[in-house]
């Protein structure tokens, strides 16, 4: 095993080729390539949402999730959990004190190389800003973020419109609008606290450079969400899926 050290990113490299990654040396991902994992137990069951974690879920999106506030007393510092309907995406999402935290480390805080969903650190927990950044690695079979980078593909983009996230004592929709093929250093996408009071300037950049989009009349004052990873083999490129956030009222429950 060797160790290889890149700007922001650690990564291990096993060398006797049971794991191949391109390591991402700029927010925080890495893309593994499943079908060289097959001896690697550990990170399957890492990259997969188990039974233990399941009991967790909450049963529907709502406005009180009391199974989110008892995985907390696990970890303090899951946030919520979120599910993009049709597709492999439906974890806890965790959020650390840095953007490094939970890059190799899965939901329970233990090392893993598939990591967690993770929500950026600059974004508040409860989903209160105008734009949130959600990251995950880019695996194979569906695992934590590949599936986001299936939206770049007209007819799945099409086929998948919504999802959601829950909190502790709140829920959202998420109606997905558009995605767009960029890289790590896309500031318009990467630094979330720029948009302090609407995310004008954010419609108006996705509108111009999404690979795929829909009409669904997001408007500058509406929250914004943002699901991000690794774009295939290239160590820079990106897929971002951005949504919008609608809050469920107390109450309402999705079926």
Request: with cysteine; net charge negative; proline share 4%.
């Amino acid at each position: 095993m060797s160790f290889l050290i890149l700007r922001h990113v650690v990564v291990t490299v096993f060398t006797f080729r049971t794991l191949q990654c391109n390591s991402c040396a700029h927010n925080f991902h890495l893309r593994f390539n499943y079908s060289l994992l097959v001896a690697d137990g550990a990170l399957r069951r890492g990259a997969f949402v188990g039974a233990e974690l399941l009991q967790y879920k909450p049963a529907a999106p709502a406005a009180d999730n009391p199974t989110l506030a008892e995985l907390q007393t696990v970890n303090p510092d899951v946030c919520g959990w979120l599910t993009v309907d049709g597709t492999g995406i439906d974890y806890p999402v965790v959020q650390g004190a840095t953007n490094m935290d939970y890059v190799n480390r899965d939901v329970y805080g233990d090392f893993s190389l598939s990591g967690a969903i993770f929500l950026d650190s600059r974004c508040a927990a409860d989903l209160t800003d105008p734009y949130t950044v959600i990251y995950g690695h880019h695996m194979d079979n569906s695992a934590m973020f590949g599936d986001v980078a299936r939206f770049a593909e007209a007819d799945y983009f099409a086929a998948h419109p919504a999802g959601s996230i829950s909190l502790p004592d709140a829920a959202y929709t998420i109606e997905l609008f558009a995605c767009v093929v960029t890289d790590a250093y896309d500031t318009a996408i990467y630094t979330p606290e720029r948009y302090h009071d609407d995310v004008g300037a954010l419609l108006d950049y996705a509108e111009a450079q999404a690979v795929q989009q829909r009409d669904i009349g997001v408007t500058a004052q509406d929250r914004l969400v943002a699901l991000s990873t690794c774009a295939g083999s290239e160590t820079n490129g990106r897929v971002v899926v951005l949504g919008r956030l609608c809050p469920l009222k107390e109450g309402d429950e999705m079926q």
